[in-house]
């Protein structure tokens, strides 16, 4: 699990980095709005799928050693940190991915609970991808500025 979030974060990484290191400039279009535009797609999706789930539903699983319902979504917000930390940017210091997907995925069976990690990993994430694109253009984040 771990080395396929690797290579992926990896490849990701190299794809983002290769626009800047062959003299890309962002624009938009290209494969990046399309890749955000499927992060944003998958995350409207995968959000309403879990809240449309009854939360009495949160602990039930197809067979015994396979996830719960709970846990999928856990495990999708774990590798949005993932994809966040191997990308280059900092997971909250309050998150705490190191602990595994195994003990990560037990974290909660509370519907609410986990539609606030879930949606607040996809946050994560874009905050990720506003900052790229802001020092891109040439922007730096205000709250980093040196004063």
């Not at 959000?47 to 999928?72: C, F, H, M, N, T």
């Not at 595994?100 to 949606?119: A, C, N, R, S, Y």
Request: charged share 25%; net charge neutral; proline share 4%.
């Amino acid at each position: 699990m771990f080395r396929r979030i690797n290579i992926i974060a990896i490849i990701i990484s190299i794809l983002i980095a290769s626009g800047s290191i062959f003299g890309q400039e962002s624009t938009k279009s290209g494969w990046t709005v399309e890749f955000i535009g499927q992060v944003n797609f998958i995350q409207e999706r995968l959000v309403s799928l879990q809240k449309a789930i009854p939360a009495d539903k949160y602990s039930w699983r197809p067979a015994e050693g396979v996830r719960s319902v709970a846990q999928v979504f856990l495990h999708a917000a774990m590798a949005n940190y993932y994809f966040a930390k191997y990308t280059g940017y900092e997971v909250p210091k309050d998150i705490n991915i190191d602990v595994g997907p195994e003990e990560w995925d037990k974290q909660t069976v509370d519907k609410d609970e986990v539609t606030k990690i879930l949606e607040r990993s996809f946050a994560h994430e874009h905050l990720g991808q506003g900052i790229a694109y802001a020092r891109s253009v040439g922007v730096t984040p205000p709250w980093s500025e040196k004063k």
